[in-house]
């Protein structure tokens, strides 16, 4: 995908931005750099045309923005690093509850197979609410949380495949829907894109990177989810969807096991809570009754 210069600044800018805010405001990120807090600055004001790539494998290790957007002008560099790095980029890291941002209402049931919160690199929760709300019952501080660069698969510089995440059905139906409430909200506020003084706002929703995205997307975001999210198509990923938005916990869980095929499990996800658990088939020559 090919990008104008100033797209690759505003991507980078973004990119710093979501990784400045993940680290809690720039004197903290300096100091986890070990870099003098004038020079990111530098690096934000597009001073220094590129970030060291030192500290860009430094940043993406910390805060898991990626390469591709912390360093959107050595697309070469970046593809070899990735292949040099070993599968399981991407881990369980510790953050502060108080930097996890909930936006309500998070739509989807809860699978008993769901190992971690996911949450993306702009702070907002994707996936395990419930769990969330357990540490804060305890009064935790700190949780371990799997973190999703969500730009660098809307961009469409990576997939799931890429960064090696692995993820429940249901779970990457919940980056689905996350992913879709961002290519709308890019959608409506395309009209905006054009005003310098929003081009570098701290949301991740005003991205200005993606408007020549957004413009190829329109309509069309299942199968473009669908495919950043390795479904093999918009259908396949609209009925996993209708699971994950309908179906009960014992049936969620089911698919999540591999128990049941995405297509059946949506035909049960149709009837009320209290028929699906008599309906998760135990093999897969059970038939569904109409």
Not at 73 to 92: L, P
Not at 139 to 157: G, N, P, W, Y
């Amino acid at each position: 995908m090919l990008f104008h210069t100033q797209d690759k600044y505003q991507i980078r800018h973004q990119a710093l931005l979501e990784a400045i805010r993940f680290c809690g405001g720039v004197t903290t990120f300096s100091k986890l750099l070990n870099v003098f807090r004038t020079r990111v600055s530098n690096w934000l004001n597009q001073s220094e045309t590129n970030i060291p790539y030192e500290y860009v494998l430094l940043i993406e290790e910390l805060t898991q923005v990626s390469i591709e957007r912390l360093s959107p002008f050595t697309e070469s560099i970046n593809k070899m690093v990735r292949r040099w790095q070993t599968k399981g980029k991407v881990r369980s890291v510790e953050v502060l509850i108080d930097a996890i941002t909930i936006k309500e209402p998070l739509y989807g049931g809860v699978s008993e197979e769901a190992h971690s919160i996911i949450i993306g690199t702009d702070g907002v929760l994707i996936s395990g609410l419930s769990e969330l709300r357990d540490y804060e019952s305890v009064a935790k501080q700190r949780v371990s949380v799997t973190i999703v660069d969500l730009d660098s698969l809307l961009l469409e510089f990576r997939t799931i495949e890429d960064i090696n995440i692995d993820l429940l059905t249901s779970e990457r139906v919940a980056i689905g829907l996350r992913l879709g409430k961002l290519l709308r909200n890019y959608q409506s506020r395309r009209s905006d894109f054009g005003q310098q003084s929003q081009i570098f706002q701290k949301s991740v929703e005003s991205s200005p990177s993606l408007c020549r995205i957004c413009d190829k997307v329109k309509s069309r975001n299942d199968a473009k989810i669908a495919k950043l999210i390795g479904f093999m198509s918009k259908d396949t990923y609209y009925r996993a969807k209708k699971v994950y938005l309908q179906g009960g916990v014992d049936l969620i869980s089911a698919l999540d096991r591999k128990e049941i095929s995405i297509g059946m499990a949506a035909k049960i996800a149709k009837l009320p809570m209290d028929q699906q658990r008599h309906l998760i088939p135990k093999k897969r020559t059970m038939s569904i009754p109409k």
